[in-house]
């Protein structure tokens, strides 16, 4: 309700001050005397584009400002102040528009800045300006839905009903979602298991590919390397040094100092002695083996084929490549029973919606007879006597208000009703958005 209205400096108006009792207010005065101004202002806490033009002569801005009465059923007008804290306990709003001559302005609620956009929010809910043909809330549909809700109180259920519409298309498109991956995977599954299969069939080794060049390198020398190492063993022969160490023996009979010479010749024969071992022993092991070089190089020849088939620069690559088109297919399966958990989720929550939309149908067909007897009864009080006022409930696509449409029908002269968005003139639709306000 509008308690209160303070216009300054607006056009025409210098300063205004209005206090408006409770019940109907009738405005009235002869042409030119400023009813349409007052509305004009009031119109700029609604949103309605201002500049300059609409400043008076008495200053470089006007100011409109008016305080509402917000009943405590108009949640949604509460929730929107709630959660910006800009709800108090006086039951009451302070809204407030400011106007430069810059043609910029700033907007206020209970003293708050806030922007145009949330002002126009919070009073648009407070306040409907009706002129002839402009009253096109009347003929929207959902708002003809909202008014029969109203008069069922089918808060609760429409509450309901909207969660379980939300989490209803949640799921059908997660579904669809699931669906073309799914298919998706289908067409290239095929060529995914012929790549994996490939994969597993090399049986991959971490690091085998470094180990087969080094083997291919020496098994493609061995008669080389077998022919170094033979060499060397002749060399490593240590005959002569035993010679030597004799005659170091016997010189030390005389000089005990070439003793230490022969001792430490006999360590240097130990340790030649022991490089000569393990020469012998590579040697002996060191095959000349053309079957083994053909194995080794044919390996070597399916790792490298595989590096570039699969663009991969190491079998590390090649290997995390296996693991993750394994890890495809295995989503395959888990794609399949998503896809089966979610038409089971779906089937319940369809349910579910149809049984509330059904509920809300059953309430809606019990009031709609209410709502025209009461309308027609508040149009005859408003010199519409013969007029005639229904209520049509008709199915509809499913939404978040259930599956109904309504039309308001309606005739002023008793004969057959049609839409009211077609038959009705200015004054008449007034009168019916008056008395559905009531």
Not at 71 to 90: A, C, F, Q
Request: hydrophobic content about 35%; aromatic content about 4%.
């Amino acid at each position: 309700m509008l308690r209160s209205l303070s216009v300054s400096n607006y056009v025409l108006i210098d300063s205004l001050d209005v206090v408006f009792p409770e019940g109907l207010v009738i405005i009235t005065g002869q042409t030119g005397a400023g009813k349409s101004i007052l509305l004009g202002a009031l119109s700029l806490l609604l949103g309605t584009k201002a500049d300059a033009s609409v400043i008076g002569a008495r200053g470089d801005n006007c100011v409109v400002e008016a305080v509402f009465g917000i009943p405590e059923g108009d949640r949604e007008t509460w929730k929107l102040l709630r959660d910006n804290d800009l709800d108090d306990e006086s039951g009451e709003i302070l809204a407030r528009r400011v106007v430069s001559s810059t043609g910029r302005s700033r907007s206020f609620i209970n003293d708050s800045p806030v922007n145009l956009q949330f002002l126009q929010a919070v009073c648009s809910r407070l306040v409907d300006i009706h002129s002839q043909h402009q009253t096109l809330l009347l003929t929207d549909k959902s708002y003809q839905l909202s008014m029969l809700d109203y008069l069922t109180g089918n808060d609760t259920l429409l509450d309901r009903c909207a969660s379980s519409y939300q989490r209803l298309k949640s799921l059908e498109r997660e579904y669809e979602d699931v669906s073309v991956r799914l298919a998706h995977l289908s067409e290239e599954q095929d060529y995914l298991r012929s790549r994996l299969q490939r994969l597993e069939d090399a049986r991959l080794v971490e690091g085998e590919l470094e180990a087969l060049e080094e083997e291919q390198s020496m098994l493609a020398n061995a008669e080389s390397i077998k022919e170094s190492l033979s060499g060397a063993e002749r060399l490593l022969d240590t005959a002569p040094l035993k010679e030597a160490r004799k005659l170091l023996e016997k010189a030390g009979g005389y000089m005990p100092e070439v003793l230490t010479l022969g001792e430490r010749l006999e360590s240097a024969r130990g340790e030649l002695n022991d490089i000569l071992d393990e020469v012998s022993s590579i040697n002996s092991k060191t095959e000349i083996s053309e079957s083994r070089l053909a194995a080794v190089e044919d390996r070597m020849s399916l790792l490298y084929d595989l590096m570039k088939r699969y663009s991969a620069s190491s079998v590390s690559e090649l290997i995390l490549q296996r693991d993750n088109l394994s890890g495809s297919l295995a989503d395959s399966g888990a794609l399949k029973d998503r896809l089966e958990s979610l038409s089971k989720e779906i089937g319940s929550e369809r349910k579910e919606y149809d049984t509330i939309s059904s509920r809300l149908h059953d309430s809606r067909e019990s009031a709609k007879e209410r709502l025209a007897d009461s309308i027609m009864e508040s149009l005859r009080s408003l010199e519409l006597e013969r007029a005639v006022f229904k209520v049509e409930l008709a199915d509809s696509s499913p939404g978040p208000t259930g599956s109904n449409s309504v039309r308001f029908l309606f005739s002023a002269s008793g004969a057959s009703p049609a839409d009211v968005a077609k038959c009705a003139s200015g004054g008449e639709l007034s009168r019916l958005m008056l008395s559905l306000k009531a």
